[in-house]
């Protein structure tokens, strides 16, 4: 969707703000972080689903709240559209219905373990990939509400094939509950011009990692 | 662990706080959330899993010439090697700087980061000013971040748009040769391995150009 979270090339937000380079600068992000974690650990949603939840957070509200805001936000969106928690909890902050009954719950003794592990998204290989290295390809002029990761200033716009990673899941599908549908994945190169025009640095190029329906042959 | 004021009177707390310990605790009542595991996670990442991990990864990378090629080959496997596997690093990619090319990763739609190696992303790396302007001006970033590089020099930005993460992997500073990993590892900042920065010349204890 072409929410706050799509900031590649937008303009006016100032300098970048160097920082003490700690995790957290207060215990509630400390908590958000965790919380979001530990619910991700429930398989209640995907990865996909909850980059969605905070992105489609109205834009003023994005750009204005702290990142860690923005993930809890976004939890509480998720808990409720999952049917976890009623709003009316949220509001009162309690208890008023028995709980769902959610896949796993993670335990302190296995976190070590499910980090460690971590979530890999290729899948097995069932057709051949369409495009080879090398070949040129053009990016869809596609304005989706769902969640995409075809950033706006790389659409419409012709790069070549750097590399073929595998077949990955998809995450326009898997972010709204339709399957992982997974798709050829390709590392595709963009001169800086042919993304940002005359003006731009000569020397830049810019890679991004695409699924197959983001493509066509240029 | 991070010597923040735990003891705050509630009345004190502001709406984001008040909001969050809300729906801790509404989750754990509900039994969806263990409260230890949260603590654990947090420790984790406060005290396991960071920068020095990937500082590793590129010594060993600077050191050994057939790591280098496994890294570059296929950097998940090179990875797991020192032990480093998982959230966030399942699918890793090395990138080289070179003499002729300086290699930048950015997230412009979220904040993807390679944990495994790095840890949690800073603050900067999540902002709206880093994002918006690495994939457009990213010799303007490097200037704010003191780093210019030679006119000419080839500049690719690695928008992590998909599940996979990227370590860029500095250049070795010059007159290090007898260096041992101990001592190379404090010259691999945290910046230089997401090519906002470089590894530090210890001739000038400034980044190399």
């Known amino acids: 969707m072409n929410g706050a979270q799509d900031l590649g090339g937008q303009m006016g937000f100032g300098p970048i703000e160097r920082d003490d380079g700690l995790n957290f600068h207060a215990r509630w992000e400390e908590r958000a972080f ?31 709240a ?78 989706p509400e769902h969640h995409t990761r075809l950033p706006r200033y790389a659409r419409d716009a012709v790069g070549s094939v750097e590399v073929v990673h595998g077949v990955h899941v998809f995450p326009d599908s898997n972010a709204h509950r339709q399957g992982e549908r997974p798709a ?12 940002w025009g005359p003006d731009s640095d000569p020397a830049l190029s810019l890679r991004l990692d695409l699924w197959e329906p983001y493509l066509d042959l240029a | 662990m991070s010597g923040h004021d735990h003891d705050h009177d509630h009345s004190d707390l502001s709406e984001i706080e008040l909001r969050v310990r809300a729906l801790e605790t509404l989750l754990s009542e509900k039994g969806y959330i263990d409260p230890p595991a949260l603590d654990a996670l947090i420790e984790t990442y406060e005290t396991k899993i960071g920068p020095k991990n990937g500082a590793r990864v590129v010594v060993k990378a600077w ?27 399942e699918h890793m990619v090395a990138v080289e700087n070179t003499g002729t090319t300086h290699n930048m990763v950015v997230c412009t739609l979220c904040s993807c980061y390679p944990w495994t190696v790095l840890g949690l992303p800073p603050v900067w790396y999540k902002s709206a000013p880093y ?50 990993e101990e001592r190379l590892a404090g010259l691999v900042t945290r910046d230089s391995m997401i090519g906002t920065g470089l590894a530090i010349d210890p001739r000038g204890k400034e980044p190399v150009a």
């Open chain 2, 63 to 89: 050191t050994d010439p057939e790591y280098r090629d496994r890294l570059l080959n296929d950097a998940t496997a090179a990875i797991a090697e020192l032990g480093f596997t998982g959230r966030q690093g």
């Open chain 2, 131 to 180: 994002r918006s302007r690495a994939v457009r001006d990213p010799r303007g970033v490097l200037e704010e971040f003191g780093v210019k590089l030679p006119e000419g020099k080839v500049i690719k930005v690695w928008d992590s748009t998909a599940e996979i993460r990227y370590l860029v992997i500095p250049e070795r500073p010059p007159g290090t040769g007898d260096w041992d």
């Open chain 1, 184 to 195: 050829w994945l390709y590392g595709v190169t963009f001169k800086g011009r042919d993304i």
């Open chain 1, 34 to 64: 965790a919380v979001t974690l530990a619910m991700g650990a429930t398989g209640a949603w995907t990865l996909d689903a909850s980059r969605f939840a905070r992105e489609s957070l109205p834009p003023a509200e994005y750009l204005s």
């Open chain 1, 66 to 143: 702290s990142y860690y805001e923005i993930w809890a936000k976004g939890l509480e969106k998720l808990v409720v559209t999952h049917g976890l928690v009623t709003d009316e909890e949220l509001k009162q902050g309690k208890v008023l219905v028995g709980p769902q009954q959610v896949k796993r719950v993670l335990k302190a003794e296995d976190v070590a373990d499910v980090l460690a592990k971590g979530a890999a998204v290729d899948r097995p290989e069932h057709q051949p990939a369409r495009y080879r290295v090398g070949d040129r390809v053009r990016t869809r002029r596609m304005h």
